[in-house]
């Protein structure tokens, strides 16, 4: 399993993330983000992304790509976070 930080999500869903964040309230900088690629049997890759505010932590699956920036805002909506 690779293990990336925010830095390393594709520009669109980094940009999307930021975004979210604004719209709520929040700022990039008070979320930890980890994307993890894992490979699955088959030999296809499959995406999580795992958001973590102190001690509440979510994770997303990230296919189709972006698809999980939504989920994110919408448990922000739902004060998931706090």
Request: hydrophobic content about 35%; some cysteine.
């Amino acid at each position: 399993m690779d293990l990336h930080h925010y830095t390393d999500l594709p520009l669109d869903e980094r940009a999307a993330f930021e975004l979210a964040c604004a719209r709520r309230g929040f700022a990039p900088m008070h979320f930890d983000v980890f994307c993890s690629s894992e490979e699955t049997i088959g030999g296809h890759s499959e995406r999580h992304v795992t958001v973590r505010r102190g001690c509440w932590a979510q994770s997303y699956r990230a296919d189709p790509p972006g698809a999980w920036v939504h989920q994110f805002e919408t448990d922000l909506v739902c004060r998931f976070f706090k």
